[in-house]
């Protein structure tokens, strides 16, 4: 399975972003598509997953009601769209897939993402 991400860019404050994740491969039904961010100095954090199959979506405390994660199986591409940007959304942001193992309680953890893009830098100035 390889991913690319792509759609990061230089934003002010308080605009809007989409970035999309295109996925090549096989990938099973139940699997997991989840996008985290890496700051300058910090650790990789957890955004946002979707499962492929059934479209539930979880996001972290930080980005709920101002992200959405969205699937188009179809073209095998997974999206984000961030809205109301902070500079503190400042990374950058990986797209990742799970193997369709993961429970839904461990949905935010990044052991269970084994293939991993290459990530697109996004920066909101203030």
């Known amino acids: 399975v390889q991913l690319q991400a792509s759609g990061g860019g230089l934003v002010q404050a308080g605009n809007s972003l989409t970035l999309s994740c295109a996925v090549s491969?096989?990938?099973?039904?139940?699997?997991?598509m989840g996008w985290f961010r890496q700051a300058p100095g910090k650790e990789r954090e957890f955004v946002a997953t979707i499962r492929r199959n059934s479209g539930s979506t979880y996001y972290a405390d930080s980005v709920k009601s101002r992200f959405i994660i969205s699937r188009d199986n179809t073209k095998n591409t997974v999206y984000l769209q961030m809205n109301s940007l902070k500079p503190a959304d400042t990374a950058i942001y990986y797209c990742?897939?799970?193997?369709?193992?993961?429970?839904?309680?461990?949905?935010?953890?990044?052991?269970?993402?084994?293939?991993w893009g290459q990530g697109t830098q996004v920066t909101v100035s203030s």
């Open positions: 990742a897939a799970d193997s369709g193992t993961t429970v839904w309680s461990e949905a935010n953890k990044i052991s269970r993402y084994t293939n």
């Open positions: 491969g096989h990938t099973p039904s139940r699997t997991l």
